[in-house]
Protein backbone atom coordinates (compact mmCIF):
# COMPACT_ATOMS: atom_id res chain seq x y z
CA UNK A 1 0.00 0.00 0.00
CA UNK A 2 1.50 3.48 -0.91
CA UNK A 3 0.71 6.52 1.39
CA UNK A 4 0.76 9.97 0.12
CA UNK A 5 2.09 13.06 1.74
CA UNK A 6 -0.64 15.48 3.31
CA UNK A 7 0.76 18.98 1.58
CA UNK A 8 -1.47 21.05 3.17
CA UNK A 9 0.40 24.59 1.71
CA UNK A 10 -1.10 22.43 -1.80
CA UNK A 11 -4.30 22.23 -0.48
CA UNK A 12 -4.19 26.07 0.26
CA UNK A 13 -2.95 26.84 -2.95
CA UNK A 14 -5.56 25.20 -4.90
CA UNK A 15 -8.15 27.05 -2.43
CA UNK A 16 -6.82 30.77 -3.00
CA UNK A 17 -6.66 29.56 -6.82
CA UNK A 18 -10.78 28.78 -6.93
CA UNK A 19 -11.56 32.06 -4.86
CA UNK A 20 -9.66 33.99 -6.94
CA UNK A 21 -11.64 33.07 -9.96
CA UNK A 22 -14.90 33.54 -8.12
CA UNK A 23 -17.13 36.91 -9.68
CA UNK A 24 -15.98 40.19 -8.20
CA UNK A 25 -18.85 42.51 -6.64
CA UNK A 26 -19.26 43.44 -10.04
CA UNK A 27 -21.03 40.48 -12.47
CA UNK A 28 -18.42 38.57 -15.33
CA UNK A 29 -19.37 37.75 -18.13
CA UNK A 30 -16.94 34.85 -18.42
CA UNK A 31 -13.32 34.36 -16.39
CA UNK A 32 -10.13 33.64 -18.54
CA UNK A 33 -8.06 30.61 -17.93
CA UNK A 34 -4.39 31.96 -16.94
CA UNK A 35 -0.92 30.88 -15.69
CA UNK A 36 1.56 32.58 -13.18
CA UNK A 37 4.71 31.19 -13.19
CA UNK A 38 8.24 31.94 -11.69
CA UNK A 39 11.31 32.48 -13.28
CA UNK A 40 14.75 33.51 -11.55
CA UNK A 41 14.13 37.22 -13.55
CA UNK A 42 10.23 37.53 -13.48
CA UNK A 43 6.90 36.53 -13.41
CA UNK A 44 5.10 35.48 -15.99
CA UNK A 45 1.29 35.60 -16.27
CA UNK A 46 -0.26 33.69 -19.69
CA UNK A 47 -4.17 33.99 -20.26
CA UNK A 48 -6.35 32.54 -22.65
CA UNK A 49 -8.06 35.53 -24.60
CA UNK A 50 -9.00 34.02 -28.23
CA UNK A 51 -10.98 36.12 -30.35
CA UNK A 52 -9.84 39.50 -28.54
CA UNK A 53 -7.70 42.21 -30.14
CA UNK A 54 -5.39 44.56 -28.11
CA UNK A 55 -8.27 47.45 -28.40
CA UNK A 56 -10.50 45.11 -26.24
CA UNK A 57 -7.75 44.33 -23.44
CA UNK A 58 -6.41 46.57 -20.52
CA UNK A 59 -3.08 45.95 -17.83
CA UNK A 60 -3.17 47.74 -15.32
CA UNK A 61 -0.71 48.08 -11.90
CA UNK A 62 -1.96 49.31 -9.30
CA UNK A 63 -1.84 49.25 -5.32
CA UNK A 64 0.30 45.87 -5.47
CA UNK A 65 -2.31 43.86 -8.02
CA UNK A 66 -1.77 43.03 -11.86
CA UNK A 67 -5.12 43.64 -13.46
CA UNK A 68 -6.30 41.97 -16.65
CA UNK A 69 -9.31 43.75 -18.18
CA UNK A 70 -11.13 43.42 -21.27
CA UNK A 71 -14.56 42.52 -23.02
CA UNK A 72 -15.40 39.74 -26.07
CA UNK A 73 -18.73 40.70 -27.68
CA UNK A 74 -20.61 37.74 -28.97
CA UNK A 75 -19.87 36.57 -32.39
CA UNK A 76 -23.43 35.70 -33.38
CA UNK A 77 -26.43 38.15 -32.63
CA UNK A 78 -28.68 35.37 -31.79
CA UNK A 79 -32.03 35.97 -29.94
CA UNK A 80 -31.71 32.62 -27.98
CA UNK A 81 -28.90 30.83 -26.92
CA UNK A 82 -29.16 26.72 -26.76
CA UNK A 83 -25.60 26.60 -25.48
CA UNK A 84 -23.18 28.46 -24.52
CA UNK A 85 -19.67 27.07 -23.88
CA UNK A 86 -17.52 30.16 -24.69
CA UNK A 87 -17.63 33.36 -22.20
CA UNK A 88 -18.54 36.62 -24.21
CA UNK A 89 -19.12 39.85 -22.42
CA UNK A 90 -16.58 41.66 -19.46
CA UNK A 91 -13.76 39.68 -17.76
CA UNK A 92 -11.56 40.74 -15.39
CA UNK A 93 -8.81 38.85 -13.70
CA UNK A 94 -6.39 39.75 -10.40
CA UNK A 95 -3.04 38.77 -8.94
CA UNK A 96 -1.51 39.90 -6.32
CA UNK A 97 2.37 41.60 -7.10
CA UNK A 98 5.16 40.11 -4.81
CA UNK A 99 6.98 43.18 -3.36
CA UNK A 100 10.31 42.60 -5.38
CA UNK A 101 8.57 43.71 -8.78
CA UNK A 102 10.32 46.22 -11.25
CA UNK A 103 6.90 48.09 -11.92
CA UNK A 104 8.39 50.63 -14.82
CA UNK A 105 9.36 47.29 -16.73
CA UNK A 106 6.20 45.47 -17.28
CA UNK A 107 5.37 44.28 -20.51
CA UNK A 108 2.46 42.58 -22.57
CA UNK A 109 1.77 41.14 -25.36
CA UNK A 110 -0.95 39.04 -26.95
CA UNK A 111 -0.07 36.69 -29.67
CA UNK A 112 -2.90 34.03 -31.19
CA UNK A 113 -5.21 34.61 -28.61
CA UNK A 114 -2.66 34.55 -25.41
CA UNK A 115 -1.92 37.39 -23.53
CA UNK A 116 1.83 37.18 -21.89
CA UNK A 117 2.48 39.78 -18.94
CA UNK A 118 6.14 39.64 -17.97
CA UNK A 119 6.68 41.24 -14.79
CA UNK A 120 10.24 41.50 -13.89
CA UNK A 121 11.86 41.02 -10.24
CA UNK A 122 14.26 43.80 -9.35
CA UNK A 123 17.56 42.46 -9.18
CA UNK A 124 18.64 41.40 -5.75
CA UNK A 125 21.23 43.15 -3.86
CA UNK A 126 24.35 40.98 -3.67
CA UNK A 127 27.07 41.30 -1.43
CA UNK A 128 29.16 44.31 -1.41
CA UNK A 129 32.99 45.12 -0.38
CA UNK A 130 33.53 48.59 1.14
CA UNK A 131 36.94 49.24 1.04
CA UNK A 132 38.82 50.34 4.14
CA UNK A 133 40.28 53.60 4.04
Known amino acids: MA ?9 LLAIQLKMERLPAQAPQGWVPAADLCETAEAYIVTAEL ?3 TR ?3 RVEVHDGHLVLQGR ?3 RV ?4 Y ?7 GEFSRTFR ?3 DVDRDRIAADLKDGVLTVIV ?6 GPRRVTVG
Open 72 to 74: RDA
Open 77 to 80: ACEQ
Open 120 to 125: PKVPEA
Open 97 to 99: LPS
Open 82 to 88: HQVERGH
Open 50 to 52: PGI
Open 3 to 11: FARWDPVRD
Open 55 to 57: QQV
